[in-house]
């Protein structure tokens, strides 16, 4: 559905670039730096912006 992981400390994880992904935002941020590397759209799509 949202086409992202859950690791074992609940944070989302985007399979494509393996950045941990804001829930409220869907920005994607390098697991190691914290740098901004993206934004998941599906999660985007499916979950944050989605229409009932």
């Known amino acids: 559905m949202s086409g992202l992981i859950t690791d074992e400390y609940g944070n989302l994880i985007d399979p ?24 998941a759209d599906q999660y985007l799509n499916n979950v ?5």
Do not use: Y
């Open 16 to 39: 494509e670039t393996g950045g941990i992904v804001d829930p409220e935002t869907g920005a994607i941020r390098d697991a190691e730096t914290g740098q901004f590397v993206g934004l």
């Open 48 to 52: 944050v912006c989605a229409v009932s």
